[in-house]
Nanobody, 114 residues
Framework: QVQLVESGGGLVQAGGSLRLSCVASDRIFRLRTMGWYRQAPGKQRELVATHTTGLSTYYDDSVKGRFTISRDRDQHTVYLQMNSLKPEDTAVYYC????????WGQGTQVTVSS
């Protein structure tokens, strides 16, 4: 059974930090590049960061230097540490493989106030 459960979102002021977590089913997690995506109101879902099964990472230019993706193989969990948050980071954040499987979790809302 596919499982993607995101958590850790919330309301923060600009400049603040949040750490998102995503627990993924082992079948998805073990052999796949994992990614964090976000969808702001009225916009399409976009890729934010990815982490391969090794050590390679990718970041969208909009978050480079502020966000850090990591994964815990034993816990089947992928994290997104978000620092220096900006109002434009406000969105629902999702995790999935990259490219994504045809299943999405409920996401976690991140709201950054100015």
């Amino acid at each position: 059974q596919v499982q993607l459960v995101e958590s850790g979102g919330g309301l923060v002021q600009a400049g603040g930090s949040l750490r998102l977590s995503c627990v993924a089913s082992d079948r998805i997690f073990r052999l796949r590049t994992m990614g964090w995506y976000r969808q702001a109101p009225g916009k399409q879902r976009e890729l934010v960061a990815t982490h391969t099964t090794g050590l390679s990472t990718y970041y969208d230019d909009s978050v480079k230097g502020r966000f850090t993706i990591s994964r815990d193989r034993d816990q089947h969990t992928v994290y997104l540490q978000m620092n220096s948050l900006k109002p434009e980071d406000t969105a629902v954040y999702y995790c999935n493989t990259n490219p994504p499987v045809d299943f999405w979790g409920q996401g976690t809302q991140v709201t950054v106030s100015s």
